[in-house]
């Protein structure tokens, strides 16, 4: 059983359409990050959040941390095909990260 | 180069080898650790490290062997590999404990055991 729950766990969507990819616990974390992650290579730090309620915006990206700091998620607006990627949500507990097992976004156009 | 470097890229090896993959980092921080990547499990980390010298088991270290005798090096050695251990490792360091700052990843070792 995965601490984290990413989902949807697959989102195949053309090109312009909005989408929101969730990540999920139980368990409270002291932060919450995203990272991207491209074929063949390893995954790349997007956004940290740390506080309770917290919406940091990254362009057409918007992640927003749960009030109670267990569940966050993830908005793209206007999605391109240079979004395709895996997304990976990561708590961090005890002085380590635990990762979600991932969205695969493919963006058609 | 500047980053975090894995090596090899690639590797295939038999049943009951001992190997072993190489992550180098040029930011001397301080914390370092390895996660296994499988669909389905996301990453799991292996072992992580403090510091040269300090290094702690994580979610599946078994069938696994790591030190750090310098803060730039943090080998992973599968003393006798597996099956089960055909993964892609991945390599990745922090400033500060617990990736407040985020974690920055190697490309990674994809690892066949035949």
């Known amino acids: 059983t995965q601490l984290l729950e990413q989902s949807p766990q697959f989102l195949s969507i053309q090109e312009g359409e909005n989408l929101t990819v969730y990540c999920n616990s139980s368990s409270v974390f002291s932060s919450l990050q995203w990272y991207r992650q491209e074929p063949g290579e390893g995954p790349v730090l997007l956004v940290t959040?740390?506080?309770?309620?917290e919406v940091k915006k990254l362009k057409r990206l918007t992640f927003q941390f749960g009030d109670a700091r267990k569940d966050s998620s993830l908005h793209i607006t206007a999605a391109q095909t240079g979004d395709t990627g895996l997304y990976l949500c990561a708590g961090e507990r005890g002085n380590k990260l635990v990762f979600g097992a991932g969205t695969i976004l493919r963006v058609k156009s | 180069d500047a980053g975090i470097t894995q090596s090899p890229r690639y590797k295939i090896t038999e049943t009951g080898r001992q190997v072993t993959l190489m992550c180098h980092q040029t930011?001397?921080?301080?914390?370092m650790f390895w996660y296994r990547q499988d669909l389905g499990h996301g990453l799991r980390l292996i072992y992580y490290?403090?510091?040269?010298?300090?290094?702690d088991k994580g979610e599946v270290p078994d069938g696994y062997v790591v030190s750090r005798s310098k803060t730039e090096n943090f080998p992973l050695t599968l003393e006798s590999a597996t099956r089960s251990q055909t993964s892609v490792y991945f390599c990745?360091?922090?400033?500060?404990?617990?990736?407040?700052?985020?974690?920055?990843f190697g490309s990674g070792t994809r690892l066949t055991v035949v």
């Open positions: 990745a360091s922090s400033e500060v404990a617990g990736g407040a700052y985020g974690y920055t």
């Open positions: 490290s403090a510091a040269a010298d300090i290094t």
């Open positions: 959040v740390v506080t309770g309620g």
């Open positions: 930011w001397s921080h301080s914390y």
